[in-house]
């Protein structure tokens, strides 16, 4: 059952499709007249009626009666053909859609997107008529500000669209047991616990049952409530660990192998960035990833930010749209998520802080594993009604001057910082870019920094001190040539070894990072930690 069913699931067999008689020949041909109905269940009474030119954009989420939850529509129309005949459809969509003729796919923007401003940008491609009635079909999963919508139906032929354009491998996330939300998710604190928060529908009584050679670990609620967090600290002879969620005693989980993490054991993780895809996108990319044999090697995964492109619907989005998807292709793996600034748009950032941050509702925290130490920092974003970029940068500029001096961190061999934002050396900064300078300004020893890992440009770079004072590698994201890279990272042979990664298991780059004590007293980093700003 593919996502866009899924979220029809209720009510989905009701959907009425409009006629709207073609004559003979394709000239002038008339406006297309939509059945509109959303993932919530809400159906539009009216025709949504469209012509493809930029004055009559619909948006789709601001018509009457839809919810803040609606992020998918399904549009359909009948066109009626005396012949059969090829024609051209002209398509411009806030964000993603796709496009099917008589039940079959025959144009799909769900990897990179509508490319442009909907309204400016417009996809235009064939479609073949059948003599008799034609069903068109679109699904339109909505963008940050809107779901606008707009197609026309065309005389002329138009070239058929590339092989990337037309489909994509598709594949299914496992759906969780009522009442759970979502499947849970499994992420990993500073200090090595593993904590599985989970989100149910209504409130009530969870427990977590982990077991570890034998050996059960029970951890009950005291009092019904729809989120829950449960915590396991994994010990140096734990070899396999599983967890079960009850709910009011009842399994809402099948028994989940944990890969737990010894810090003391060389550090091996998988780090992804940027997914703020569409969901069916997304979920391809977390299946070929996920079916990596690196993947099967790391002890946790790094999210590097910008998860969603905004915190609207979160449950949707998130628990979800991600959630799902990742518990699926990456059973087991802790998490680490880092804040990127698309999870400070929306209404809800502090509903992300409460899921990716720390139990102490932070989002820069410290932490080791292996030979390896790493600092995490949030970038932010701009300044908001839920964002303070000014105090988040004193609080970060404080918390970094003492992770740099602390033993565990000058002890170790490797040093990674964990940021979303970053800058490229031929582009102009941004808001969260200058964020990260301003928290670096100034900052003594940054120099023993080993390696900067980042996301935020969308391009996969491996930056040698050029940018900052500390070598730098990014991942590909939306918008890039292939929307999506991944990082493998792990100590070896005494150096920490990077590979980059295409879904497809391409490999792009690798290199290595040379082992190193901090001296007694590093040297400076200067006046900045970032080079060429003054």
């Known amino acids: 059952m593919s996502i866009f069913s899924r979220f029809m699931i209720s009510g989905a067999a009701g959907i009425l499709a409009m006629h709207a008689g073609i004559p003979e020949t394709f000239r002038n041909p008339p406006e297309l007249a939509f059945r509109v109905q959303f993932n919530d269940g809400t159906r539009i009474a009216t025709p949504v009626r469209c012509d493809g030119e930029k004055e009559r954009m619909t948006d789709l989420a601001a018509l009457p009666g839809v919810s803040t939850k609606a992020r998918f529509a399904k549009l359909t129309a009948t066109i009626s053909s005396a012949t059969e005949r090829t024609a051209g459809l002209r398509v411009s969509a806030d964000w ?175 780090v992804l960035g940027d997914t703020q895809h569409s969901q069916a996108y997304r979920t391809t990319l977390l299946a070929q990833y996920g079916a990596n044999r690196r993947v099967r090697e790391a002890d946790f995964v790094i999210h590097i930010g910008d998860i969603d492109s905004t915190t609207d619907d979160f449950e949707g989005r998130y628990l979800a749209g991600f959630g799902n998807a990742y518990a699926t292709f990456f059973s087991g793996l802790p998490l680490v998520a880092l804040r990127g600034n698309h999870e400070w748009v929306g209404k809800h950032p502090q509903i992300w802080t409460r899921w990716f941050g720390t139990s102490e509702g932070k989002t820069y925290w410290s932490f080791r594993r292996g030979a390896t130490a790493f600092i995490v920092l949030d970038s932010a974003g701009k300044k908001s009604q839920h964002c303070d970029p000014a105090t988040l940068i004193a609080e970060q500029r404080e918390f970094l001057r003492r992770a740099l001096k602390t033993p565990e961190f000058r002890a170790a061999k490797f040093h990674i910082l964990l940021v979303h934002a970053s800058k490229a050396p031929d582009a102009q900064s941004d808001a969260p870019a200058d964020n990260l300078a301003a928290i670096l300004k100034g900052i003594e020893g940054l120099d023993a920094i080993d390696l900067m890992i980042a996301g935020h440009i969308h391009r996969p770079l491996h930056l040698d001190k050029g940018v900052y004072v500390f070598p730098a590698v990014t991942m590909a994201g939306p918008g890039w040539k292939h929307p999506s890279s991944a990082l493998f990272v792990e100590e070896r042979s005494g150096d920490l070894r990077i590979e980059a990664y295409l879904p497809d298991g391409t490999v792009i780059d690798t290199f290595q990072v040379k082992s190193r004590i901090i001296p007694e007293r590093s040297r400076p980093a200067g006046k900045e930690g970032v080079r060429g700003k003054n």
């Open 96 to 270: 993603w859609f796709d496009c099917q003729v008589n039940h079959e796919r025959i144009y799909s923007t769900m990897v990179q997107g509508n490319g442009g401003a909907p309204g400016q940008k417009f996809h235009s491609f064939p479609c073949r008529f059948k003599k008799g009635d034609n069903e068109i079909t679109f699904f339109v999963e909505r963008g940050v500000d809107s779901m606008k919508f707009s197609c026309q139906l065309l005389e002329s032929q138009i070239a058929n669209p590339s092989a990337a354009e037309c489909s994509f491998p598709r594949y299914e996330a496992s759906l969780p047991e009522l009442p759970l939300v979502a499947q849970p998710l499994v992420l990993l604190e500073k200090d090595g616990s593993l904590v599985i928060r989970a989100a149910t529908r209504t409130a009530v009584k969870m427990s977590a049952v982990f077991c570890s050679q034998g050996k059960i670990t029970r951890s009950e609620e005291k009092d019904p409530t729809v989120f829950h967090a449960f915590s396991y600290l994994p010990q140096a002879t734990d070899a396999n660990v599983s967890y079960q969620l009850y709910a009011d005693g009842k399994a809402v989980t099948k028994e989940i192998m944990l890969r737990p993490v010894n810090p003391k054991c060389p550090a091996r993780f998988w």
